[in-house]
């Protein structure tokens, strides 16, 4: 059994301690928590959030995504308290076809879509199930999950991954998000940052609507009778206050 620090509690820091908590003594320390007061300091409280292959994975990231799938697919039935839920995907590409798509046929009920229910500008559309979950229930339950299996969660400020020696451990995981950046022994200038903006409107909308090219937009219910609205992706921004001309743009014209 090791003694491990995993730094950050966020959805990678607890899917990390998920995996561990039963064979070693597992300790996560962060600055935000699960069930604090929504910040924009980190972003899971802030995910869609839905599974969606991602675009460019190699090999061991395709399985690595499959995998954590079938974990989440399965949740949905045997823990509906989590906020998981299955839901109908319509994932449309502007220039993008079918053999460019790793996950073809590797999602339950997958379907490439006709070219008469695509809409206008669209190249490739397919039809599949995923799963949709809410962050602000779904952070908390995994936390309260974490804790009944022995995890601890502490919240530390730190400057540096080195301060984190004083807790005692045999391995320490960096898992700080866009922390790496900053962490002053670190100062990791490969990690890119990625402004999101999104609007959370009352819908009846009952499907997730992505669309990736010139224009990227969706729509993600989250089957509570509300839906997230997006498709904002700006490089190396971190202005943390909204934007109002694109919150205008993000309801009016994208997602007409
Ligand atoms: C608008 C939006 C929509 C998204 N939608 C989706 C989606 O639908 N599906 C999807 O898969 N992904 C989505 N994402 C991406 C997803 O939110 C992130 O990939 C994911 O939340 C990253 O989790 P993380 O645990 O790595 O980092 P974070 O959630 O940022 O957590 C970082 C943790 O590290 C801690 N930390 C950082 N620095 C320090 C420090 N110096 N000292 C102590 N603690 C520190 C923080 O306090 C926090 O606990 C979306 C993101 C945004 C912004």
């Known amino acids: 059994m090791a003694r491990i620090t995993i730094v950050g509690a966020g959805i990678t820091g607890m899917a990390i301690a998920s995996l561990l908590s039963r064979n070693h003594e597992v300790t996560i320390v962060a600055k935000n928590l699960p069930g604090d007061e929504l910040?924009?300091?980190?972003?899971?409280?802030?995910?869609?959030?839905?599974?969606?292959?991602?675009?460019?994975?190699?090999?061991?990231?395709?399985k690595m995504q499959l995998d954590s799938f079938a974990?989440?697919?399965?949740?949905?039935?045997?823990?509906?308290?989590?906020?998981?839920?299955?839901?109908?995907?319509?994932?449309?590409?502007?220039?993008?076809?079918?053999?460019?798509?790793?996950?073809?046929?590797?999602?339950p009920e997958f379907r490439i879509l006709k070219d008469s229910e695509l809409p206008k500008g669209v190249k490739l559309g397919m039809s599949?199930?995923?799963?949709?979950?809410?962050?602000?229930?779904?952070?908390?339950?995994?936390?309260?999950?974490?804790?009944?299996?022995?995890v601890r969660f502490k919240r530390i400020n730190l400057s540096s991954?080195?301060?984190?020696?004083?807790?005692?451990?045999?391995?320490?995981?960096?898992?700080?998000?866009?922390?790496?950046?900053?962490?002053?022994?670190?100062?990791?200038?490969?990690?890119?940052?990625?402004?999101?903006?999104?609007?959370?409107?009352?819908?009846n909308f009952n499907k997730i609507f992505m669309r990736h090219g010139r224009d990227y937009t969706y729509a993600i219910s989250?089957?509570?009778?509300?839906?997230?609205?997006?498709?904002?992706?700006?490089?190396?921004?971190?202005?943390?206050?909204?934007d109002m001309e694109l919150q205008q743009d993000v309801n009016l014209s994208n997602c007409k």
């Open 39 to 62: 910040s924009r300091e980190w972003a899971s409280p802030w995910a869609g959030a839905v599974f969606l292959g991602l675009d460019g994975s190699k090999p061991n990231e395709q």
């Open 71 to 107: 974990v989440l697919w399965s949740l949905a039935v045997s823990n509906p308290e989590s906020s998981i839920k299955r839901i109908e995907m319509n994932d449309f590409h502007d220039d993008k076809t079918i053999d460019q798509i790793w996950y073809n046929g590797k999602l």
């Open 128 to 150: 599949y199930k995923t799963v949709v979950m809410t962050p602000k229930i779904f952070l908390p339950w995994l936390r309260n999950r974490l804790e009944s299996s022995g």
């Open 161 to 203: 991954l080195a301060e984190v020696k004083s807790q005692g451990h045999d391995i320490v995981v960096n898992a700080t998000g866009f922390g790496p950046k900053f962490l002053e022994d670190i100062q990791d200038q490969d990690v890119q940052l990625v402004r999101g903006q999104t609007v959370h409107v009352k819908s």
């Open 222 to 242: 989250r089957l509570d009778g509300t839906c997230i609205l997006g498709g904002i992706k700006q490089y190396e921004q971190t202005e943390p206050e909204v």
